[in-house]
């Protein structure tokens, strides 16, 4: 197959100061969990997008000196010279495939607490970690700054021999120390530095000029920019200080990378943003530069892509999270394979492996963060290691993954669902408030399974055991996921709650499969992910009078991990949500609920048409517990083995289950026995 004309426009080169892009895809920096502490695993991972199509593919935030010291998180370094090899490696997988290699040079000023360095944090002002760390940051004096600029010139060098083609100056989101001197927030100085715009703007140029000077002659150097902070006028804004600043500074670098800030407004979510929904700023920023400009949108249409080229929105079509659900999206465009493009779905589970440190994870690819440590790569898989025909009961994102890598390798593989329509958890979540990108895991699974001869789809085939004994397929994987408990059982109470089993106690199953919802609603979230925030902001639609209750802090906590708590509470809040945070329930009676207040002797009693429990899901484990049992009656049918995977083992995320059908579909026919570990890990050389 080859690529539709309407596309060619997505192929042409791009020109970026000394050096040239082959295609218009950008991977722009996206945080990993990898860094300074997985570099092999880094290098791996890029390498595979450059494989993929992109033309550009930059590292993470890439600190350039001890006095920006983000640990615990995990970015990049370049400290000094003995950090050059790590990046090294990144630069050559990527040049391998014929793309540029971009690194962006971040310090992170008053945000950085230094835990590691202990180095006392400095800022354009001083003034107290915003992240509520227990560290304040001292004032640069003029002689800092210059020895800063010192700094970011010689790690620029550094980033040039290790062969990076392309040198960002970080100014985008407030984590970074340029955009720190922007902000008249966190700027109060009163020197050429502070005060006017052109003052607090004099640092980034600086930096773009020094950058310039240093490896200008065989680098692009290239700005990431914040439009705005969506804050109002609390902050910088697009069509005031955002604009000018551009305006200042249009043509001294090669290229300007736009969004908006902070990461949470950057990186939103599908339930809270479409796809494109930067156009504003990039268009804004396009109108006022010759340079080339870059911006994000989650986009993962080609469509939209061409469209933004063609309205003069953009010059290159930006992608962190496309580019991680779908590494080969540029490829397959260009190859015409539109159908097999493995399109995000918005949940930022991406984001959640930097936040709690450890390697990236992707809901719609499971190979994501996997390259090297398991040698994974997302568009080729083993063919099959042996000659087994496989039975799959459940088509949610386990059964559906599971079917699709093992249909890839080459299985005779039957998939089998009760329900008329394929997807288990996400069809059902798909229909909530914000949740319908969720689809696209089943879409793209069913659209790879329908291309797929030797695997059979069964819908509306509900499978008992005596089905499964009359299949007599060599291997059984159930994957009859989770169900949502009623009985309060979750992160507070570990036994079920007396008085939970009458009938106006729902879950949110009840509420997904269309049970009507009564007047007066109150929701005790104990789960603390998405699901108690959506259910809440479903009741308000039907205009009901909703409370949420929740033993946390604040309401829907884990969302903190993927940049969207502060939407989903605002929104709640908007919408008229009474919220009551650090309350556990104690009791439930005739239509009344009790709680406890976390820290006090306080009471609360609520009364209620509806209870509803959002506290945690049960593994729907009887078909395979059965199954077990009767294993040797399975195996006078013929069948070797009777295996689990997904939520029926024990529920998690979506990413979990795709994951969990994928490792049982790579494991298959393949010998693992002798390996202590299932996976490699990066050790530190200790005879250095
Ligand atoms: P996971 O997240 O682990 O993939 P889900 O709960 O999303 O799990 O999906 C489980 C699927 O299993 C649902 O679509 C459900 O209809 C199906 N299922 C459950 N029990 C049976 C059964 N006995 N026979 C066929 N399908 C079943
Ligand atoms: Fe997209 Fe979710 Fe994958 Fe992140 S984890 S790339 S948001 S599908």
């Not at 109108?287 to 010059?315: E, I, N, Y």
């Not at 490699?680 to 050389?685: A, K």
Request: some cysteine.
């Amino acid at each position: 197959m080859s690529r539709d004309p309407r596309y060619d426009i997505l192929f042409e080169p791009v020109r970026i100061g000394p050096v040239v892009a082959q295609n218009r895809f950008f991977q722009v920096p996206h945080c990993c969990g990898m860094g300074h502490a997985r570099p092999q695993t880094a290098a791996v991972m890029r390498g595979i997008k450059a494989e993929g199509g992109w033309a550009v593919v930059a590292t993470e935030e890439c600190d350039i000196h001890h006095s920006s010291d983000v640990s615990p998180y995990i970015e990049h370094r370049l400290w000094n010279d003995d950090d050059i090899a790590q990046h090294a490696l990144m630069v050559d997988a990527v040049h391998a495939h014929g793309a540029l290699a971009a690194i962006e040079l971040a310090h992170s000023g008053r945000m950085a607490p230094n835990h590691f360095t202990r180095t006392v944090p400095v800022g354009a002002s001083a003034g107290p970690n915003p992240g509520y760390d227990p560290v304040a940051a001292r004032e640069l004096t003029r002689r800092d700054i210059r020895e800063l600029r010192g700094i970011y010139r010689k790690a620029a060098i550094r980033a040039k021999s290790a062969g990076f083609d392309i040198v960002y100056v970080y100014a985008a989101h407030m984590l970074a120390l340029p955009a720190q001197f922007l902000s008249k927030r966190y700027n109060q100085r009163t020197d050429e530095y502070g005060g006017s715009l052109e003052n607090r703007a004099r640092f980034l140029k600086e930096l773009i000029i020094d950058a310039k000077e240093a490896v200008g002659d065989r680098c692009g150097i290239a700005v990431r920019w914040m439009m705005d902070e969506m804050m109002g006028d609390a902050g910088l804004q697009c069509n005031e200080e955002g604009i000018e600043v551009v305006s200042m500074l249009a043509e001294l670098p090669d290229l300007w990378d736009v969004n908006v800030s902070d990461w949470d407004n950057d990186s939103a979510t599908s339930r809270f943003q479409p796809e494109g929904f930067q156009e504003r700023y990039v268009s804004a920023v396009k109108q006022v530069t010759t340079k080339p400009v870059v911006g994000v949108g989650r986009f993962t249409s080609p469509d939209a892509m061409v469209a933004q080229l063609k309205r003069g929105v953009l010059d290159m079509i930006g992608a962190a999270r496309p580019s991680i659900a779908d590494p080969f999206l540029p490829r397959k465009i260009e190859q015409g394979r539109l159908e097999d493009i493995r399109e995000c779905i918005g949940c930022n589970i991406c984001v959640s492996g930097d936040y709690t440190m450890t390697p990236i994870r992707c809901t719609q690819n499971p190979t994501m963060g996997e390259e090297w440590r398991r040698g994974w790569h997302p568009e080729i898989i083993p063919p099959a290691g042996s000659r087994d025909t496989v039975l799959i009961i459940g088509a949610g994102p386990a059964g559906l993954e599971c079917a699709t890598a093992l249909g890839k390798r080459g299985y005779e593989v039957t998939l089998a669902d009760a329900r008329e329509e394929f997807g288990g958890r996400v069809i059902d979540e798909s229909g909530l408030p914000g949740l319908s990108a969720w689809r696209r895991v089943r879409d793209y699974r069913l659209g790879q399974l329908h291309q797929l001869a030797n695997v059979e789809l069964y819908p509306s085939s509900e499978m008992s055991f005596s089905n499964i004994a009359d299949f007599g397929a060599d291997q059984v994987v159930i994957a009859t996921g989770a169900r949502w408990r009623s009985d309060g059982v979750g992160r507070e109470h570990h036994v079920a709650m007396p008085g939970a089993e009458q009938s106006f106690v729902l879950s949110p199953d009840d509420i997904m499969s269309g049970v009507k919802l009564a007047d007066t609603i109150v929701i005790y979230d104990d789960d603390h992910f998405y699901m108690g925030g959506v259910i809440a902001e479903l009741a308000r639609t039907y205009g009901a009078n909703v409370t949420l209750v929740t033993p946390a802090a604040d309401v829907s906590h884990w969302t903190h991990y993927t940049l969207e708590q502060r939407a989903i509470q605002e929104r709640l809040a908007e919408l008229g949500v009474d919220l009551r945070v650090q309350w556990s329930m104690q009791s439930v009676g005739d239509h009344v609920a009790e709680f406890a207040c976390m820290y006090s002797d306080r009471v609360m009693t609520l009364p209620c048409d509806n209870l509803i429990m959002v506290t945690s899901r049960r593994s729907d484990d009887r078909l395979y517990r059965h199954c077990m049992a009767k294993l040797s009656e399975l195996k006078d049918a013929g069948v070797a083995a009777v295996s689990h995977i997904g939520d029926c083992v024990a529920p998690g995320t979506i990413a979990a289950a795709v994951y969990s059908g994928h490792l049982w579909a790579r494991q298959l026919g393949e010998d693992s026995h002798g390996a202590e570990l299932p996976f490699t890990r990066e050790l530190i050389d200790i005879t250095a």
